[in-house]
T-cell receptor, first 116, second 114 residues
Framework: AQSVTQLDSQVPVFEEAPVELRCNYS??????LFWYVQYPNQGLQLLLK??????LVKGINGFEAEFNKSQTSFHLRKPSVHISDTAEYFC??????????????FGKGTLLTVNP | DVKVTQSSRYLVKRTGEKVFLECVQD?????MFWYRQDPGLGLRLIYF???????EKGDIPEGYSVSREKKERFSLILESASTNQTSMYLC?????????????FGPGTRLTVT
């Protein structure tokens, strides 16, 4: 079974500082990896995804993530955060549930709080 | 623009009531999903459907059922609501096929069972 571990449940940072949100996954087969963001009282929105090819993936709002197969990691980074980046971030791995059906397995989330 | 809508943002029900949560997508997606979200537990899959009238259990189906009579609509049913079903419920949809397809989420329904 697939699993996703987000190593930090909360990450407080100051505005304009860099941030890294860590994600490790377990899988015995090829995976598709995703980062979603959830702003307060909203649904989830896709930040970026890794399918294949370049291990450095760029997403919206200045975020990027690096896929590391040997370490089974997919850490999310931003060089300079803003107050508006305060949100909960979820890492997810796509798994095959049979035939052409896929479902996402989510980590438990990391709450990023950006302070002035 | 991609759109997934949920019938209510906030809902308060009493223990034992039958509760219907509705989700509609306008993207002609084959797959639809229901999750519940609880603090510290992330998103957990309740049920999903990959076609009309088709459904599969997710990780936590107990106490829930679903209905998909039309492609665009996926309903979550709590036959007899209990206080431990107080939670945020999120609906999502995606294309069928390669797992590279992202899921699109609705805004969520915060259900309180008293």
């Amino acid at each position: 079974a697939q699993s996703v571990t987000q190593l930090d449940s909360q990450v407080p940072v100051f505005e304009e500082a860099p941030v890294e949100l860590r994600c490790n996954y377990s899988s015995s087969v090829s995976v598709y990896l995703f980062w979603y963001v959830q702003y307060p009282n909203q649904g989830l929105q896709l930040l970026l995804k890794y399918l294949s090819g370049s291990t450095l993936v760029k997403g919206i709002n200045g975020f990027e993530a690096e896929f590391n197969k040997s370490q089974t990691s997919f850490h999310l980074r931003k060089p300079s955060v803003h107050i508006s980046d305060t949100a909960e971030y979820f890492c997810a791995v796509s798994t095959n549930s049979g035939g052409s059906n896929y479902k996402l397995t989510f980590g438990k989330g990391t709450l990023l709080t950006v302070n002035p | 623009d991609v759109k997934v809508t949920q019938s209510s943002r906030y809902l308060v029900k009493r223990t034992g009531e039958k509760v219907f949560l509705e989700c509609v997508q306008d993207m002609d997606h084959e797959n639809m999903f229901w999750y519940r979200q609880d603090p510290g537990l992330g998103l957990r899959l309740i049920y999903f459907s990959y076609d009309v009238k088709m459904k599969e259990k997710g990780d936590i189906p107990e106490g829930y059922s679903v209905s998909r009579e039309k492609k665009e609509r996926f309903s979550l049913i709590l036959e007899s609501a209990s206080t431990n079903q107080t939670s945020m419920y999120l609906c999502a949809s995606s294309l069928i096929g390669a797992g590279s397809y992202e899921q699109y989420f609705g805004p969520g329904t915060r259900l309180t069972v008293t």
